[in-house]
């Protein structure tokens, strides 16, 4: 298996060239998840006691509002923003893999596409669901397992025979021995993160393509590791 600096290296150079494609969506996907999230950003700035005339309990229409934006947030993520994780990754995936600049069509075809949608959103909840589950024991544990599914959206592409529970188990197996791998290799995003943060956010747009198509890297290093093994 690569090397962590190798693996990012190989991720940049597919995206040299093709950075428009890279960013795109990312970007779309960013936008709707900040536009499902903004209005109950809003309400809950509006509900503020020192923008409510310095009321200290909310009134009831505020915490009926804050409710039922909390629960359109929560559905529009597990129904839209799940299956769009999964076909942004993988579409960087295929520009990575097969040098496929086509990242938008692939994006809304993987997360939409005949069989494809239901798998995505049962899934993602699943891994969601296990990740809160596991951070109930404490923060490590939820870590940890966080890392042993990371590849479960990639096997969700790849393996098209594959169920919601069967793509995570997969991934839990496949990621034994590589996890601590891919935590370092996401620790060595950290100084351009915030030299990001520095820049009032701005190179987000170019760091977050970057940082998701080294771990599309990461992964079919893993994929080959994995292959190698199952015919030894």
């Known amino acids: 298996m690569k090397r962590i600096r190798e693996i990012k290296r190989a991720a940049l150079e597919s995206i040299d060239g093709h950075w428009g494609w890279a960013i795109l969506p990312v970007l779309i996907c960013s936008g709707i998840s900040a536009a499902i999230s903004m209005p109950m950003s809003i309400s809950s700035i509006m509900s503020n006691p ?21 629960t359109l947030t929560v559905l529009a993520t597990v129904f839209l923003i799940y299956t769009l994780s999964v076909g942004m990754v993988n579409c960087l995936k295929l520009l990575y893999r097969d040098g496929d600049i086509m990242t938008v069509p692939n994006m809304f075809r993987i997360s939409f596409g005949e069989g494809r949608y239901w798998r995505n959103v049962g899934s993602m909840l699943l891994v969601a669901l296990f990740k809160f589950l596991w951070t109930l024991l404490f923060v490590v544990p939820g870590i940890v397992k966080s890392y042993a599914y990371a590849l479960t959206p990639y096997i969700l592409d790849d393996n098209p025979q594959a169920g919601p529970n069967e793509a995570r188990l997969l991934s839990i197996r496949m990621m034994r021995g590589h996890k601590w791998k891919l935590f ?49």
Do not use: K
């Open 50 to 70: 020192l923008l409510n005339h310095g009321a200290l309990h909310p009134s009831f229409g505020s915490l009926l509002l804050n409710t039922g934006l909390t």
């Open 184 to 232: 370092v290799m996401d620790l060595s995003f950290i100084g351009w993160a915030l030299l990001c943060v520095l820049s009032l956010f701005i190179g987000f747009i170019w760091l977050t393509p970057y940082y998701r198509t080294s771990r599309a890297a990461f992964y079919q290093e893993v994929l080959a590791d994995w292959n190698a093994r199952q015919q030894a």
